[in-house]
């Protein structure tokens, strides 16, 4: 089983890498990071890179397609050979997934039309663009598509796709080693949990926000 | 403030970018990843690399330094140019940090003597080689060190030194924008939590295991 994790400009690390340290560990499966072009790609913060070992080209058929989300995310939604490769891999994958904005690259491929789906929340909206049904769950499974929420939700997306590939069993193992018991030292990570004035701010700044007609 | 994470070959990606996707969003930090050599590093699966951009020779005084720990931290112990390092920065850090068997790093170097630490489950009976005081709580704070139990406790750990540094709020700013609002599918990720066999089959294969006397 191949897993391709796809790479591009000012992708947000831990969308990818959360679902990479979950997935990895599924047995005998064989990871790759992927991109346009092979080498280094710098994350959304600049200080940051992965490399990218193959080409998309050279990964022409994956098991399972992770793709992340990030600022990076808005130009690719125009990059056709993104998009492309997308749907052709698509065509043959078991799992096709995303974390955060990445499922706006699924929703722009024309995959997730008259599809349940879920992404960061500052972006759920955008998805009915492309004729997805947003949901406010953190992960979403509709057939082989799963779609995960903001940044970390990638892991509870691999975690939940591990158990369906592997078993229960082998999930609670990885949880286990990764020891993946949270105890976040807040309660605000979605936007009904977290004070108002704080969700109204990150909206403010939002690459989302719709200009406020006058 | 400038904030720098240790890279080594066969580190684990988790131990890594948990903290890095919190700590980055500090405002006006700067966050160098930093390693004896430039270049990319292979994570302990082999299938990622992460690239420092600076030896640890060019982040001579670091704000905080975190240490994350994987498979490869076993030849680091004995690593005398990182441990000088980490003595070195330690005397200036305002922060000194690890994750997972990062901390056994911090203690080979003679930072945790007596103080109050943890590390990755299967590890933890490890630091009282050194003379530090293992916990099984996820983040321990004794003075100026914190150390996280394993892997993805790192996310929790960063977010609670966030806290310590920019505010409450700038820390739940932050937990909303990743979104980290975990609902892991399965509650598994502690030795206390999950099955027994499954506790028992880690740590047959675990490094840490310590040959049974006849």
Same mark, same amino acid.
């Given at each position: 089983?191949?897993?391709?994790?796809?790479?591009?400009?000012?992708?947000?690390? +831990? &969308?990818?890498?959360?679902?990479? %340290?979950? #997935?990895?560990? #599924?047995?005998?499966? %064989?990871?790759?990071?992927?991109?346009?072009? *092979? !080498?280094? +790609?710098?994350?959304?913060?600049?200080?940051?890179?992965?490399?990218?070992?193959?080409?998309?080209?050279?990964?022409?058929?994956?098991?399972?397609?992770?793709?992340? @989300?990030?600022? @990076?995310?808005?130009? /690719?939604? %125009?990059?056709?050979?993104?998009? &492309?490769?997308?749907?052709?891999?698509?065509? *043959?994958?078991?799992?096709?997934?995303?974390?955060?904005?990445?499922?706006?690259?699924?929703?722009?491929? !024309?995959?997730?039309?008259?599809?349940?789906? *879920?992404? $960061?929340?500052?972006?759920?909206? /955008? #998805?009915?663009?492309?004729?997805?049904?947003?949901?406010?769950?953190?992960?979403?499974?509709?057939?082989?598509?799963?779609?995960?929420?903001?940044?970390?939700? @990638?892991?509870?997306?691999? #975690?939940?796709?591990?158990?369906?590939?592997? !078993?229960? &069993? $082998? =999930?609670?193992?990885? /949880?286990? =080693?990764? %020891?993946? &018991?949270?105890?976040?030292?807040?309660?605000?990570?979605?936007? $009904?949990?977290?004070?108002? $004035?704080?969700?109204?701010?990150?909206?403010?700044?939002?690459?989302?926000?719709?200009?406020?007609?006058?």
């Amino acid at each position: 089983m191949q897993i391709a994790i796809v790479l591009f400009d000012r992708f947000t690390a +831990l &969308d990818a890498v959360g679902p990479y %340290e979950i #997935l990895a560990r #599924l047995p005998g499966a %064989e990871t790759v990071f992927a991109a346009e072009r *092979t !080498g280094p +790609l710098r994350t959304d913060t600049g200080n940051l890179a992965l490399v990218a070992d193959r080409t998309l080209a050279e990964v022409p058929r994956p098991d399972i397609v992770v793709v992340p @989300g990030g600022p @990076g995310q808005t130009p /690719q939604m %125009e990059n056709e050979t993104l998009l &492309d490769w997308l749907r052709a891999v698509d065509a *043959t994958s078991v799992w096709t997934t995303s974390v955060c904005t990445g499922s706006l690259l699924l929703a722009a491929a !024309g995959l997730l039309r008259g599809r349940r789906a *879920t992404s $960061h929340w500052l972006a759920l909206d /955008q #998805l009915t663009r492309f004729g997805a049904e947003p949901t406010g769950e953190r992960v979403v499974t509709d057939g082989k598509y799963v779609t995960a929420a903001g940044v970390s939700s @990638g892991i509870d997306m691999a #975690l939940t796709l591990l158990g369906r590939i592997a !078993g229960d &069993d $082998h =999930a609670r193992t990885v /949880q286990l =080693a990764t %020891e993946y &018991d949270p105890q976040p030292p807040y309660d605000a990570g979605a936007p $009904h949990k977290a004070p108002a $004035h704080l969700v109204a701010a990150l909206r403010a700044r939002s690459r989302f926000t719709p200009t406020p007609s006058s």
